[in-house]
């Protein structure tokens, strides 16, 4: 939800702090009444939006996600927040397009979970073949990410196949043994 803070200036690290404390009205409050330039800078839109997003305002948490963006366009904590965001409410193409620019430039990146991710938007999307091969990918990238695994499974529970469902669900508990959506699952 947060990009790594070490890069940011000290000067927020109250500001942090209370977000990591949980008091994410005080965070929103604070960051509005800075008297620098809040709204250039990527981080603290980042910061903004997923307050919001913890205070489940969805609206204003895209809103400030977006801003973000605006300064940034490849400002990688807002896009991976708003393809979460667009994967929950099951907006398959929206989010598919917002991991893919994770991944646009051919730009190493080792982030399995979200390839993951792609694979099943893929298959919502009628692209069954392609979810499962970009599963798959990931696997190859990360074999110790679960999320490909579930993705996996989810996959093969909508073709059918119980034996594959079986295989993944028990490899995704390899990786987490405790996964609790794996065990409602199978």
């Known amino acids: 939800m947060l990009d790594n803070i070490k890069n940011q200036n000290e000067r927020y690290n109250d500001i942090i702090n209370q977000f990591h404390n949980n008091d994410f009205e005080s965070v929103i409050e604070k960051i509005k009444i800075l008297e620098e330039?809040?709204?250039?800078?990527?981080?603290?839109?980042?910061?903004?939006?997923?307050?919001?997003?913890?205070?489940?305002?969805?609206?204003?948490?895209?809103?400030?996600?977006?801003?973000?963006?605006?300064?940034?366009?490849?400002?990688?904590?807002?896009?991976?927040?708003?393809?979460?965001?667009?994967?929950?409410?099951?907006?398959?193409?929206?989010?598919?397009?917002?991991?893919?620019?994770?991944?646009?430039?051919?730009?190493?990146?080792?982030?399995?979970?979200?390839?993951?991710?792609?694979?099943?938007?893929?298959?919502?999307?009628?692209?069954?073949?392609d979810g499962i091969t970009l599963c798959e990918e990931a696997i190859k990238i990360d074999p110790k990410c679960e999320t490909p695994y579930f993705q996996l499974a989810e996959i093969m529970r909508h073709n059918g196949d119980a034996e594959a469902i079986i295989s993944y669900y028990y490899k995704c508990l390899e990786e987490n043994p405790d996964s609790y959506k794996t065990y409602f699952c199978l």
């Not at 809103?63 to 667009?86: G, T």
């Open 37 to 129: 330039d809040t709204f250039e800078n990527p981080f603290l839109m980042n910061l903004l939006g997923a307050s919001y997003l913890k205070l489940e305002d969805t609206e204003n948490a895209k809103l400030y996600f977006n801003y973000a963006l605006d300064i940034d366009e490849n400002y990688q904590s807002s896009i991976i927040n708003l393809a979460n965001i667009e994967y929950k409410n099951k907006s398959y193409q929206n989010a598919f397009d917002y991991y893919a620019k994770l991944f646009k430039d051919n730009t190493p990146v080792n982030h399995a979970e979200y390839l993951g991710n792609m694979g099943n938007c893929l298959f919502h999307l009628g692209h069954v073949e």
